[in-house]
T-cell receptor
Framework: ETGVTQSPTHLIKTRGQQVTLRCSSQSGHNTVSWYQQALGQGPQFIFQ???????GRGNFPPRFSGLQFPNYSSELNVNALELDDSALYLC??????????FGPGTRLTVT | AQSVTQLDSHVSVSEGTPVLLRCNYSSSYSPSLFWYVQHPNKGLQLLLK??????LVKGINGFEAEFKKSETSFHLTKPSAHMSDAAEYFC????????????FGAGTRLAVHP
């Protein structure tokens, strides 16, 4: 098991609501990335944070936003939830551009 | 643009027989390539990584992969499948240039039968 933890494990929300997912990076890692994995697909890069600044973004709308805190933990916020946002959200941490380690994910269901 | 294509969405083998999971990549320069495994209801685990050193890369649990530039391939193999190898496998290329973005293939589901 990696040292990356995520909470909650599962979450059910209604369309239009907002959600916050949390991630604690592995000790010593200063870079956190978030990925969305829809059912039956490979993970897709949402964005990356390095030392509290967004450092790269994938093809996701602005209603997907994030934060990284001084202890390198991170949050993913999604506003105005849509049914297609239902997915497994994976947090990953690394030391700069070193090896990437993934957390177990948060399963989000939007109804 | 960098991308990976996993040539088989499902592979089924018998326990004790060899495993071959195929991956082709597209990259404008020498890529960093990875294989990750995802067991049901578990996170992604790194199996192995290629970063332009030896072309034959050994990973965990008896897996290995060979980088073939002429064929733009990075196939994953294992001499003898075990029941515990049943999982989803992802071929991944790293997009560098300022940040560490991983681009995943669609995945190959490996089934292992007794």
């Amino acid at each position: 098991e990696t040292g990356v933890t995520q909470s909650p494990t599962h979450l059910i929300k209604t369309r239009g609501q907002q959600v916050t997912l949390r991630c604690s990076s592995q000790s010593g890692h200063n870079t956190v990335s978030w990925y969305q994995q829809a059912l039956g697909q490979g993970p897709q890069f949402i964005f990356q944070y390095y030392r509290e600044e967004e450092n790269g973004r994938g093809n996701f709308p602005p209603r997907f936003s994030g934060l990284q805190f001084p202890n390198y933990s991170s949050e993913l916020n999604v506003n105005a939830l849509e049914l297609d946002d239902s997915a497994l959200y994976l947090c990953a941490s690394s030391q700069g551009q070193g090896l990437t380690y993934f957390g177990p994910g948060t399963r989000l269901t939007v109804t | 643009a960098q991308s990976v294509t996993q040539l088989d969405s499902h592979v089924s083998v018998s326990e004790g027989t060899p495993v071959l999971l195929r991956c082709n990549y597209s990259s404008s320069y020498s890529p960093s390539l990875f294989w990750y495994v995802q067991h049901p209801n578990k996170g992604l685990q790194l199996l192995l990584k290629y970063t332009s050193a030896a072309t034959l890369v050994k990973g965990i649990n008896g897996f290995e992969a060979e980088f073939k530039k002429s064929e733009t391939s990075f196939h994953l193999t294992k001499p003898s499948a075990h029941m515990s190898d049943a999982a989803e496998y992802f071929c991944v290329v790293s997009l560098s240039g300022g940040y560490n973005k991983l681009i995943f293939g669609a995945g190959t589901r490996l089934a292992v039968h007794p």
